[in-house]
């Protein structure tokens, strides 16, 4: 197959998967999970994604918010993410556990502050650990008091 025929054929394949979408805009994510074609293949032929959409015929989507639903968290919401979640399970959340039960996968938290590990740690330079744990028992940083020391003399014994 010849260059041209293979640029008609993608531009075919995007408008099938455009046609598809409405009244939703056609994003890239969308062509990727609906289209029959690598979008690397689009790149490899067009040189970038808008400029095959335009060649298909079809206004590409404005830049900056982004179209496809996804929404821009702030810090105060991942961070509260981090405490709604560490005290739902009594324990400080790992990644595998924000990503299975957390508000939000661990992506964001990357995105913000490198990893999640700091995203945790400026969540306890903030607002400090949890006091409890999910049954609501007391934690060893509530044993402790301020020297170090337990903070009543029955505070290590079980109810």
Known sequence: MQDEE???????????????????????????????????????????????VVAAGISPNPSGPRVSGYQSLTEDELLKAIGDLWKSVGRRPTEALMNSEGAYTIKPYRVHWGNFRKAIDE????????????????????????????SSPLACLSP
């Open 6 to 52: 293979k640029k008609t054929e993608i531009l075919h394949e995007i408008r099938r998967v455009a046609q598809a979408m409405e009244p939703q805009p056609l994003t890239q994510q969308a062509f990727k999970r609906l289209g029959k074609i690598p979008e690397s293949r689009v790149r490899y032929y067009f040189g970038a994604w808008n400029k095959a």
């Open 123 to 150: 969540y306890v330079r903030q607002y400090g650990e949890p006091s409890t744990d999910k049954s609501g028992r007391s934690t060893p940083q509530t044993l402790i008091g301020s020297k170090g020391g337990l």
